[in-house]
Each structure stands twice: as C-alpha cells, then as structure tokens.
C-alpha cells in the first residue's frame, strides 16, 4: 500500500531534461514510451511516491511528484530509460516548490519550447496527465495544480500572440524543405510514421509543399492508410520500406523506435538526398551523415530556425508572465486554504459543541440555546468563512482562533 506523503508545495518536484542542455541523441536515451511510463507507476509504491505524472517529448523528459526529494523522482524515471542513473543526474535540472510549479506553468504556456510558443506540448501533457489519472496517480491536490496550468495556457492561446502564426517542429521541417530547393514541384517525399507528429507533418505537407508526391509508411499500415485517405495521398507497407527510400528525394522520419531504423546500408552510392529525424531518440543512425549528398537534419537543428513569426511572439513574453504570475497567485492561495482547512474544521467542531452540549458559563448557555438549528448552523459557518478570509490575510492561526469565539458569542447574542 502506498504511504500518503503529505501534499505540501515544499515536497512537490521536477526532475528532467531538455534541449537546453542536452542534444537529441542524449535525450533519446532518456525518453520513455507509454509502456515504460505504465511500468514507472506500477513501481512508484516502492519509492513512496502517490502523486506523479512523466512527460516525454522530443524536447524534453521530465517527471513531476511529491516525493521526499528531486532524487526519488530521477531514480524512478531511470527504472525504465535506457540512459544510466548516473547520465541523468550529470545531465538534468531539478526544481522544488513554487520553482517547480512556475516551471510547469512555463513548460504548459510554449515558454520553454524548442521553438517559443508550440502549443503541441499541451496535448501531450494533458495525454501524460490522463494515463496518471487513469492508474490513481493524480491525486486532488496534484489535479487541482495542473488544471490552473491548462487554464493559464488556455488564457495564454486565446488572449495573446504567443502561438500566433504557424510555427512548430513539424512545420521547420516543411520550411527547410521548402528552402532547399529552389523548385518544389515534382519532388517525392516518403514520410515514416504517421503518430502525433507525423500527422502534424502530413498536414503540413499538404499544406506548404504543394506539386509533391507524398507516401506514407507506419508500422500498422491501416494507420498509413486512414491518413492517406484523408489527405488523398499514397501509402506503402514497411516491407517496401527499402523500395520507397530509393525513390524519395526528401525523407521524414517521425517513428517512436528506441533504435535508428534508417543506417547508412539504405542508401546506395552517390544518392542524393534530405532526411530530416523528427523522432526522439533519433531513429536514423548518425553515420548516415557521413555520405556523400545526404543531407540529415535532426529536431535540434530545426529549433534554430528563426522567422518573422518568432519575433512576434518574443513580443508576447511579458504579457505570457503575467497571465502565469495570475494564476499562479490564484494557485497559492488555494494552497494556503488547504493548509489551513484543518484549523478550520477544528473551530467549527468546537463552536458546535459550545452550541449543542451543555455548557457551564451560563452567560454563554444562555445566548446559545435562543438560537434554533439551522440558524446556528448558518451562524457558526458565517463565523469560519470570516475566519478563513482573515487566515489568508494573517498567518496568525492562534489569533483568529481567539477571534472565532468571540464572533460567535457575538452574533450568538444577536
């Protein structure tokens, strides 16, 4: 049975890393797939840990909890990556309290995207939040925390410019393209994996690269086949991988394989080529650069793209801050409520006994018995509503404890 660790903002971490210290072939080591994360909470127990959720991007991993330190978190995460303890540590960033809270606000808002503003990272927090809740890891004081962030992140999307434009990994992908050849029209594209991020891809294909002729491969090739038909495009079987890479001037790879599945023995001698690796850890091995006439992007390279729309959206920082800083406010002072529930409830237990026993200040019996039930009732919650307002103001519990009696012997004798 797993201990409740008491949920207290000084016991909430984040452990992680990301692509401002690390490329894509480290955080490829530390990447997990939904059934490692399933695996991540099943051991959660032994680590004492009730409350977590793990998010996995082609950005960053990181992994969220009320743990005794950052250093439970990492050594859970580690169980399942194929990247060492060790790695991780010399590597990653760590976060407690209200750090790790404006962090999560900052990672939900696009702030500490690869590319300023993808609002794709939403959805893949709200996917990692769903499988925690759906395996009892997300408990009241954690949902209540990552509601205020979609919150703040839906504030953010609807009232600034901060994913204004059309700006994300998959669309630097379709730019570069677009940017290297001169003539577009005719070229053949072959896009492997049709996930979350190959479907964004597709789109954007469609989208930006019209004249082209575009095939679609998946491991399951009915998923290849749905979005052919949705976008009127071909698909092969992975079996005719080989055939299609012979045949594409510009390859993408957008599949979740933990090792490359394009190598320098796909591509015959002096082909002539653009591959760009969407997929983290990176799923073409990186001696495929070595030949002569390919071409081989990576995410990280893609993230150093700069347009017109980025500066736009630089612009919106300050007014992205302050939404954060709102709602982060809204959050504390949720938090101090909670905190102070206890005493609460204390108070309003003792006035009912003051009301309902048989008391032997018979000043104080003689005020109490004039008032009926449900006036009492209504009477002694007046009394703790002021009471928690004048907590939230003074964090002076003794006092206004003090003061809680003497507001209801007054309102008693009214």
């Known amino acids: 049975m797993i201990k409740e660790r008491t949920t207290d903002i000084s016991s909430f971490f984040v452990a992680g890393i990301n692509y401002k210290k690390t490329d894509a072939c480290t955080r490829g080591q530390f990447s997990i797939n939904n059934e490692q994360y399933q695996q991540i909470l099943l051991l959660a127990p032994q680590y004492d840990i009730s409350q977590l959720f793990a998010l996995s991007t082609c950005n960053r991993t990181e992994i969220f909890g009320f743990a005794e330190d950052a250093a439970q978190l990492s050594k859970l995460l580690c169980t399942q990556t194929q990247g060492t303890l060790q790695h991780f540590t010399e590597s990653c960033y760590t976060k407690a309290g209200i750090k790790a809270v404006e962090h999560l606000f900052n990672v939900a808002a696009g702030l500490d995207s690869q590319i300023l503003g993808d609002y794709e990272i939403v959805g893949q927090i709200k996917q990692a939040i769903k499988i925690s809740k759906q395996n009892s890891f997300l408990g009241p004081y954690l949902e209540r925390l990552v509601n205020e962030v979609l919150q703040a992140s839906k504030k953010i999307r ?118 760009i690796d969407l997929s983290v850890p990176c799923n073409v091995a990186a001696e495929v650069k070595e030949l002569k006439g390919i071409t081989l992007i990576d995410v990280d390279e893609l993230g150093k793209i700069k347009d017109e729309t980025l500066k736009k959206r630089t612009a919106e920082i300050p007014k992205v801050k302050n939404i954060i800083a709102g709602h982060v406010k809204a959050f504390m002072e949720w938090h101090q409520m909670r905190k102070n529930v206890p005493v609460l409830k204390a108070v309003k237990t003792h006035l009912k006994k003051m009301q309902y026993a048989n008391i032997e200040d018979a000043a104080v019996s003689a005020l109490v018995a004039g008032l009926c039930d449900k006036a009492a009732e209504e009477k002694i919650q007046k009394v703790i509503d002021g009471m928690a307002v004048k907590m939230r103001k003074k964090n002076q519990h003794g006092c206004q404890y003090i003061e809680a009696m003497n507001d209801f012997i007054t309102t008693a004798s009214n």
Not at 181 to 188: D, N, Q, T, V
């Open 158 to 275: 609807t009232t600034t410019a901060l994913s204004g434009g059309t700006v994300s990994v998959s669309f630097a992908a379709v730019q570069y393209v677009k940017q290297f050849y001169k003539e577009i029209a005719g070229k053949k594209i072959l896009l492997l994996g049709t996930g979350k991020i190959g479907s964004n891809t597709c789109k954007n294909i469609v989208d930006y690269l019209p004249g082209t002729t575009v095939t679609l491969i998946n491991r399951t090739t009915d998923k290849a086949s749905r979005l052919a038909l949705q976008y009127t495009l071909s698909y092969n079987s992975l079996q005719n991988m080989q055939q299609c890479i012979n045949e594409a001037d510009v390859i993408m790879v957008a599949t979740n394989s933990e090792n490359p599945i394009i190598t320098k023995a796909h591509f015959k001698k002096d082909a002539v080529k653009i591959i």
